[in-house]
Nanobody, 113 residues
Framework: QLVESGGGLVQAGGSLRLSCAAS????????MGWFRQASGKTREFVAA????????YYADSVKGRFTISRDNAKNTLYLQMSSLKPEDTAVYYC????????WGQGTQVTISS
């Protein structure tokens, strides 16, 4: 099970930190990542991190502004988002498992201009 939290409404230029608590089969054995889906748009990759936390990957649109990290002792994934833009508005999903087969329920992030 994956449970996201930390979403909300912030002004452009602000920051938010998303968290994703993993339990059950969704433990620290897998890579984890974040996807997002804006209203009326297709779901898109945001960031990913390997199981040990030593390698990270980002979409070009968030590189330099977002930081993905994980705490395997707490089975928790994070996404620190800074310099937020209105185009970052979306539902953010935590993913893990083989082929990202496990998804959380999502958390809404809204950035006002």
């Amino acid at each position: 099970q994956l449970v996201e939290s930390g979403g909300g409404l912030v002004q452009a230029g602000g920051s938010l930190r998303l968290s994703c608590a993993a339990s059950g089969r969704t433990d620290s054995s897998y890579a984890m990542g974040w996807f997002r889906q804006a209203s009326g748009k297709t779901r898109e990759f945001v960031a990913a991190i390997n199981w040990s936390g030593t390698s990270t990957y980002y979409a070009d649109s968030v590189k330099g502004r977002f930081t993905i990290s994980r705490d395997n002792a707490k089975n928790t994934l994070y996404l620190q988002m800074s310099s937020l833009k209105p185009e970052d508005t979306a539902v953010y999903y935590c993913v893990t498992g083989v082929g990202y087969g496990y998804w959380g329920q999502g958390t809404q992030v809204t950035i006002s201009s």
